[in-house]
């Protein structure tokens, strides 16, 4: 990483030099007018910080208050789970799940990855913590199959989407004409859904060739069918997210299906997030799937108090959206998050050097984290209250006394 590169935004920026447009259409896209993306990246200049003076931070631990995953973190971040990783480096998922093993923190994977699951728990080791799944319509056995493989592989955990009954408006990504490169597969389905034609995909095309590749594909009838990263297909047939979703049927099958510890991702309702527990789930993540699925919904920071009220304690509250800085780690912490978790940061580090990318916005993020955390007089992650982040309005109420 060239050396005046220092933030996350230098990366990003970097990293759009080169990315091919299609995969910068995909990767920014989201529903509609983008409302909630920009909000997801707004919410977080809206908390102030009242820092604590001389509390000698000379040595500060960052690692989470419990184990997640039953196990210890080097600090309270992940990987989400995002589709397709090929599309940004070569090495795709099995180089960021790498690069979260060297640093040891979480990685969830995507169904629709561009290796299988086995492949990239060989790569990651413990840090590849969780499949991600979306329910098929009318194809709960492939699901099934997936919940098995993550069993024998060693996953802990199955990530249950459940913000998808159906793709989201997303017009943009219609526009650009998104599809798949035809090298590419969905390596966990068989060929009929996306999977392997080929299994020497590692030694097929190099870095500087990939580009290239995806610029010059064009596949203008697979163009609709392959606009989601869950409704994809090379041959006709499609794997549909199932509409008819639902916490009694579901939870109960997924239960009765798996050992592994369930995760809801998607909630941003506190009612929802009863519903996860009353139905047996281990964890919640609150998300909006990175703005991609409903336009002008709230961003996932504005609705965590509430959850983590309701939720009380019961099981962990992750949160994921807009994660950019270590101070916006730090403020979702405060606002109750036990851990966060970041999707596109991995892209721009995928892009701009594969395993060796991801690793430096893993560091970088912890390097910020660790003097945000020592500026605010927090020796570790337990000393961050609620009372240290504030909003504008909180801190002017009662003649600016209010908060303290
Ligand atoms: N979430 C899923 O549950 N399943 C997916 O397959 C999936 N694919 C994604 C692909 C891309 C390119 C992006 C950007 C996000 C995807 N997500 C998916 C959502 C992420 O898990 C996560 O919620 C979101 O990216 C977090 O917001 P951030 O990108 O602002 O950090």
């Not at 802990?156 to 004409?177: C, E, F, M, Y």
């Not at 955390?373 to 961050?384: A, D, T, Y």
């Given at each position: 990483?060239?050396?005046?590169?220092?933030?996350?935004?230098?990366?990003?920026?970097?990293?759009?030099?080169?990315m091919a447009?299609m995969v910068?259409?995909y990767l920014?896209?989201?529903?509609?007018?983008?409302?909630?993306?920009?909000?997801?990246?707004?919410?977080?200049?809206?908390?102030?910080?009242?820092?604590?003076?001389?509390?000698?931070?000379?040595?500060?631990?960052?690692?989470?208050?419990?184990?997640?995953?039953?196990?210890?973190?080097?600090?309270?971040?992940?990987i989400a789970p995002s589709a397709m990783q090929q599309l940004a480096h070569p090495f795709g998922e099995k180089a960021t799940a790498a690069a979260a093993?060297?640093?040891?923190?979480?990685f969830g994977l995507s169904t629709f990855s561009n290796y299988t699951i086995e492949e990239v728990k060989d790569a990651g080791?413990?840090?590849v913590?969780?499949l991600q799944m979306y329910?098929?319509?009318?194809?709960?056995?492939?699901?099934?199959?997936l919940?098995?493989r993550?069993?024998?592989a060693?996953?802990?955990?199955?990530?249950?989407?459940?913000?998808?009954?159906?793709?989201?408006?997303?017009?943009?990504?219609?526009?650009?004409?998104f599809v798949m490169p035809k090298h590419m597969r969905f390596r966990n389905f068989s060929e009929?859904f996306g999977g392997p034609l080929d299994q020497a995909q590692d030694t097929q095309f190099n870095d500087?060739s990939v580009t290239?590749k995806i610029?010059?594909s064009?596949n203008?009838?697979s163009?609709?069918a392959c606009?989601q990263e869950q409704t994809t297909t090379s041959?006709?047939?499609?794997l549909?997210?199932?509409?008819?979703?639902?916490?009694?049927?579901?939870?109960?099958?997924?239960?009765?299906?798996?050992?592994?510890?369930?995760?809801?991702?998607?909630?941003?309702?506190?009612?929802?997030?009863?519903?996860?527990?009353?139905?047996?789930?281990?964890?919640?993540?609150?998300?909006?799937?990175?703005?991609?699925?409903?336009?002008?919904?709230?961003?996932?920071?504005?609705?965590?108090?509430?959850?983590?009220?309701?939720?009380?304690?019961?099981?962990?509250?992750?949160?994921?959206?807009?994660?950019?800085?270590?101070?916006?780690?730090?403020?979702?912490?405060?606002?109750?998050?036990?851990?966060?978790?970041?999707g596109?940061?991995v892209w721009?580090g995928l892009e701009?050097?594969g395993e060796?990318?991801v690793?430096?916005?893993?560091?970088?993020?912890?390097?910020?984290?660790?003097?945000?955390?020592?500026?605010?007089?927090?020796?570790?992650?337990?000393?961050?209250?609620?009372?240290?982040?504030?909003?504008?309005?909180?801190?002017?109420?009662?003649?600016?006394?209010?908060?303290?």
């Open positions: 990483i060239p050396r005046e590169i220092l933030s996350l935004k230098d990366l990003e920026a970097k990293c759009l030099e080169t447009p910068r259409d920014y896209d989201g529903a509609e007018e983008g409302h909630t993306i920009r909000e997801n990246l707004e919410v977080w200049d809206r908390w102030l910080v009242i820092p604590r003076m001389m509390r000698d931070t000379s040595n500060v631990n960052l690692t989470p208050r419990t184990h997640q995953f039953n196990q210890s973190w080097s600090l309270p971040l992940g093993r060297s640093m040891n923190i979480p080791g413990d840090s913590v969780g329910l098929l319509e009318g194809r709960r056995d492939l699901n099934i199959e919940v098995k993550a069993e024998a060693g996953y802990k955990a199955i990530v249950l989407t459940v913000d998808s009954p159906v793709p989201g408006n997303r017009p943009g990504l219609i526009k650009s004409n009929d500087d290239a610029a010059n064009s203008p009838d163009a609709a606009r041959r006709g047939n499609q549909i997210v199932d509409p008819s979703i639902n916490w009694e049927r579901d939870m109960t099958w997924l239960r009765e299906h798996t050992s592994l510890e369930i995760w809801v991702k998607g909630v941003l309702h506190p009612l929802d997030a009863e519903e996860a527990i009353a139905h047996g789930a281990n964890g919640i993540m609150v998300s909006n799937h990175g703005g991609r699925q409903l336009d002008t919904c709230v961003s996932a920071l504005d609705v965590l108090p509430a959850i983590v009220k309701q939720v009380n304690g019961r099981v962990p509250v992750h949160l994921d959206g807009g994660i950019r800085r270590g101070g916006d780690i730090f403020k979702a912490l405060a606002l109750g998050a036990d851990f966060v978790w970041i596109r940061p721009w701009v050097a060796e990318g690793r430096w916005v893993i560091q970088t993020l912890k390097r910020e984290f660790e003097v945000v955390m020592k500026l605010m007089g927090c020796r570790h992650v337990g000393e961050i209250k609620r009372e240290m982040v504030v909003t504008k309005n909180g801190l002017l109420s009662m003649g600016g006394t209010g908060v303290f």
